[in-house]
């Protein structure tokens, strides 16, 4: 059975991109539209009262939120201990993520269809008694002239050459009737989707077709499952540094211009390149090595689909940035305002915290129906973006922001001069009037001996 991974990265693709425009229309026009018609209702049985004295004491009540909750507390532990906690958090993401550089990339193909099945069963036995290769052999089309004394030549070379080879079974030539096209086709006696079977393809294209045909006047293809799947693997890794260049460096023009600030964008890739890292390295540790794949009901294999790091790599930056860009928004309106670094730290993360960690687990539900279902290559796809949204929702927001933004204090808004004539716009609209006097935050007790409050004493932070 052959399943071309081209056609499913294309249509998982094709169907994200529609997704992603009906969601941008909707939230364009659908959306202001019902807003509209619906007015103030929108916030019916607990409606608000938007006037004056509500926004005059809207800083009080930040304040007060820096104490308040599970939220509160986490962050103020994090802030009094920045660099352990920032050790820790680094320490374990990486640790997650080295696995990744033992990945083996391929094609699952049949090996990843559940257990019981009449297709799988078929291929088993045909691999116990024959060989797998035999459903995949490997052509090559050789467009000549048969006639010729050197295509002749070549042909024959060829075939000796395979016949020599324990990697290929019994080979056949068939001409056309114009004498001008022949098919040379060769069982592999191994897994066609195997990294044995891509090398084979490899040396074939490489070595034994060029020294075969050379000086002749022919043209000769290599196809087949076997060399359609190295292709494809040849050209997803040709792609994937275009691909991370574009996304990494429009996502740190976006978040320059929209926070206007050199650090802020550059910590926010690394961090999401450090959850999707850890996602790499659990995939490949959980499927590939089978450390805890018995646990979590999935089933091991040899291989991890070729277009999956890609593909988990665009959902994921785009998931966890959405995260970044939602919580440093609050941050930054807070900070406008108080030029006060630790105490923005914790108003952001306590009025987000809710709302951030709800999506996050929705969205970790439904991956988690991915992973839950009996075809691998779900699986993986599955249990890859439900674990990276879980890390990017806990370790990065509650520990790696916080303690970052508490070590380089008011250095995270650091804008040079010579970048003021990048555009300058405020994303969540107009502020808040900067007339309102913010109250002098009281300081925070330490949680031992040797700490140093978070909030209302200098702690390399800036914080005034």
Excluded at 235 to 249: I, N, R, S, Y
Excluded at 365 to 376: C, D, E, Q, R
């Amino acid at each position: 059975m052959f399943i071309a991974p081209g056609s499913i990265f294309r249509s998982v693709g094709i169907g994200a991109v529609l997704v992603v425009i009906v969601a941008i229309l909707a939230t364009l026009f659908l959306m202001p539209a019902l807003h509209s018609l619906i007015g103030d209702t929108i916030d019916w049985p607990r409606k608000r009262r938007y006037n004056s004295k509500t926004i005059a004491t809207q800083t009080a009540r930040d304040h007060e939120t820096i104490h308040a909750g599970f939220w509160g507390r986490v962050t103020r532990i994090v802030m009094s201990h920045p660099v352990i906690s920032l050790v820790l958090s680094v320490t374990l993401l990486v640790g997650l993520a080295l696995p990744y550089f033992d990945i083996k990339s391929g094609s699952i193909g049949v090996s990843g269809l559940p257990e019981g099945t009449e297709t799988r069963a078929a291929y088993e036995i045909l691999q116990r008694d024959f060989a797998a290769g035999t459903v995949a052999p490997v052509e090559i089309v050789v467009d000549g002239n048969l006639a010729d004394a050197t295509v002749s030549a070549g042909i024959q070379a060829l075939v000796a050459e395979l016949e020599a080879d324990s990697t290929f079974g019994p080979v056949t030539v068939t001409p056309n009737g114009a004498g001008d096209l022949a098919l040379v086709s060769a069982p592999l006696t191994i897994a066609p989707d195997g990294p044995e079977s891509f090398d084979t393809i490899d040396r074939l294209r490489d070595t034994v077709i060029p020294a075969g045909f050379e000086g002749s006047s022919a043209e000769v293809f290599v196809i087949g499952q076997t060399a359609y799947i190295t292709d494809f693997n040849d050209a997803t890794d040709a792609g994937t540094p275009l691909v991370f260049a574009f996304v990494l460096g429009m996502s740190f023009l976006l978040l320059l211009i929209a926070f206007r600030s050199i650090v802020v964008p550059a910590k926010a890739i690394l961090m999401n390149l450090l959850s999707v890292g850890a996602a790499y390295g659990a995939i490949v540790l959980v499927f590939q090595k089978g450390v805890g794949a018995d646990l979590l009901g999935f089933q091991q294999v040899d291989t991890i689909e070729s277009w999956l790091p890609l593909f988990l790599f665009c959902v994921l930056f785009g998931l966890s940035m959405d995260y970044h860009v939602f919580l440093l928004s609050r941050v930054k309106e807070h900070y406008d305002l108080t030029k006060r670094n630790g105490e923005s730290v914790a108003i952001g993360l306590q009025s987000t915290a809710k709302l951030i960690t709800g999506a996050a687990l929705i969205m970790v539900a439904v991956f988690s129906g991915f992973a839950a279902g009996s075809l691998v290559s779900l699986q993986q796809v599955g249990f890859g973006l439900a674990f990276a949204v879980l890390l990017d929702a806990t370790i990065v927001r509650t520990v790696l922001v916080p303690a970052s933004m508490a070590l380089l204090g008011d250095r995270n808004w650091y804008f040079p001069r010579w970048l003021e004539w990048l555009p300058n716009f405020n994303i969540e609209g107009a502020p808040r009037p900067a007339t309102v006097a913010a109250p002098k935050p009281e300081p925070v007790p330490a949680l031992d001996p040797v700490a140093v409050p978070v909030f209302g004493i200098a702690m390399n932070s800036g914080d005034d």
